[in-house]
């Protein structure tokens, strides 16, 4: 029992790490970890799986918002559009095929990771164009980037793209019951034309917000383990406070060159659910 809990407490801090840094939550190694390498039921693994969302966005919120590397703004106009386009696929849930949506974002994710292999060593965005919402809404900010030495300001473009982006991400997360952190970041990162490190950091923040309404849900049926969520909170804290740290002395292209293949790997993931093969 006791060697149980630090083995998921190891697990745990390790994705921290990871999900601060990427802006994935830890929800993609907790969740295959318990069930492949521990044998912990699926239910009780996903709930672990948002607990670890929300300790992650928890355990980072703090450093990137008080670093100024989080931009609340854009965060809240593009979970406008995540939870705008769940309701919507709550609604339509009924007379839509997963498997098509599946095939569909595969595709759209390995557009994102081949454009963003094409600038792999772009350490800060290209100069755009301000576009009259961005201005309007005053999406825009400024941070102190470490790795760099220098202070970054920045501009979002493309919002109709971003907003989009989200709104379809909130319609499959409510389809498929899968997270849209990768949504989040390629929105930021790809069509927004935001810096690499605002883009995981906002996303970290955002999806801290999104689990902490579904964990009540689980929380209220039951589904919540305190021996298996304990551990797995305590330690993704750990992580996040220690990746936290590493993000802000990494350079961008790092970044981007470690969310490339973790990108791949969820497209490949959802085209295999897409073709049947899974």
Not at 44 to 68: F, M
Not at 134 to 149: I, S
Not at 201 to 220: D, K, Q
């Amino acid at each position: 029992m006791v060697w149980t809990a630090i083995s998921i407490l190891i697990i745990s801090v390790f994705a921290g790490i990871f999900g601060s840094l990427l802006g994935l939550g830890g929800g993609m190694i907790v969740i295959p970890a318990l069930t492949l390498l521990m044998g912990v039921d699926i239910k009780y693994a996903i709930t672990a799986g948002l607990i670890s969302v929300i300790s992650t966005s928890s355990g980072s919120a703090v450093v990137y918002v008080r670093d100024k590397i989080t931009n609340i703004r854009v965060g809240m106009f593009l979970e406008l559009a995540t939870t705008i386009g769940a309701l919507t696929g709550a609604l339509v849930a009924g007379f839509l095929q997963p498997k098509t949506l599946y095939i569909l974002f595969a595709l759209q994710l390995f557009y994102s990771a081949y454009s963003m292999i094409k600038k792999r060593n772009q350490e800060l965005p290209e100069i755009r164009s301000i576009h009259p919402m961005a201005e309007k809404l005053k999406l825009k900010g400024e941070y102190y980037d470490k790795a760099l030495n220098q202070t970054v300001t920045y501009q979002a473009s493309s919002v109709y793209s971003g907003f989009g982006l989200m709104y379809l991400a909130g319609v499959i997360s409510a389809l498929l019951g899968i997270g849209s952190g990768s949504f989040k970041v390629i929105a930021m990162d790809h069509f927004m034309n935001l810096p690499m490190k605002v883009s995981t950091a906002t996303s970290n923040f955002m999806m801290g917000v999104t689990a902490a309404a579904s964990a009540g849900i689980y929380l209220f049926r039951g589904q919540i383990d305190p021996k298996i969520a304990g551990p797995v909170a305590i330690g993704v804290v750990i992580g996040a406070t220690i990746g936290t740290r590493i993000m802000q002395r990494m350079r961008s292209v790092t970044l981007r060159k470690i969310f490339i293949p973790v990108l791949l790997y969820v497209a490949v993931e959802m085209l295999l659910q897409g073709l049947g093969v899974k």
